[in-house]
C-alpha cells in the first residue's frame, strides 16, 4: 500500500496546492472544478516526479507555517521603512551595500527558500550564489551597518530553515 500512495503521490504538498490554485483561479467554487483541479494535482506530480530525484525527505510543516508568518510580517513592515527611506532620506545619506552571507544551509530548496524570502522582503535582493552554495551576495538598499544585515538574515531566516529542513 505504501508504494501504490507514494507513486500516486510523489508529492503530496504540491498535490494539495496544485488542487487549491486551480479552484481559486476558477472563481467557480463548485465540485467540478474542484475534481478537476485533484486530479491536474495528481497528474502534474506524477508526471514530474523523476525530475525531482532529491526532494526533501523530511519537512517540519508546523515551523514551515511559522516562517511564513515571519516573512510576511517582514514583508509589512519592510514595505513601510522603504517608503520611508524613499520619502526622507536624500541620495546622499544612503548607505547602499553588498552584503555576503556565509550559508549554513546546504539543501538547494532552503537555499532557494531563502533567496526568495530575501528578494521578497523590499530593501533587500538575492543577486548571486557562491559556485559551491556556501555564500549568498545580497544587495540592501541603505545598509550602515553591513554586519548587522548579515546577522540579522543568518538568524531570522537562515536559522528557521536549518530547522525546517533537517
Request: with cysteine; glycine share 6%.
Amino acid at each position: 500500500m505504501g508504494k501504490v500512495l507514494n507513486w500516486l503521490l510523489p508529492h503530496p504538498f504540491l498535490t494539495a496546492l496544485l488542487t487549491i490554485v486551480w479552484t481559486l483561479l476558477q472563481n467557480d467554487l463548485s465540485w467540478g472544478m474542484f475534481v478537476f483541479g485533484l486530479v491536474l494535482g495528481i497528474i502534474i506530480p506524477i508526471g514530474t516526479a523523476r525530475w525531482w530525484p532529491d526532494r526533501p525527505h523530511r519537512l517540519a510543516g508546523g515551523r514551515m507555517i511559522v516562517y511564513c508568518i515571519i516573512v510576511i510580517w517582514d514583508i509589512i513592515v519592510a514595505n513601510v521603512q522603504v517608503a520611508w527611506i524613499v520619502l526622507t532620506k536624500p541620495n546622499n545619506k544612503m548607505s547602499p551595500a553588498w552584503v555576503v552571507i556565509p550559508l549554513d544551509i546546504r539543501t538547494p530548496e532552503a537555499i532557494t527558500i531563502l533567496a526568495g524570502t530575501i528578494t521578497l522582503t523590499p530593501g533587500t535582493v538575492s543577486a548571486d550564489l557562491s559556485d559551491e552554495g556556501h555564500s549568498l551576495l545580497v544587495h540592501a538598499l541603505d545598509a550602515p551597518d553591513v554586519d548587522a544585515v548579515r546577522d540579522d538574515i543568518k538568524n531570522r531566516y537562515e536559522s528557521r530553515l536549518l530547522e525546517i529542513f533537517k
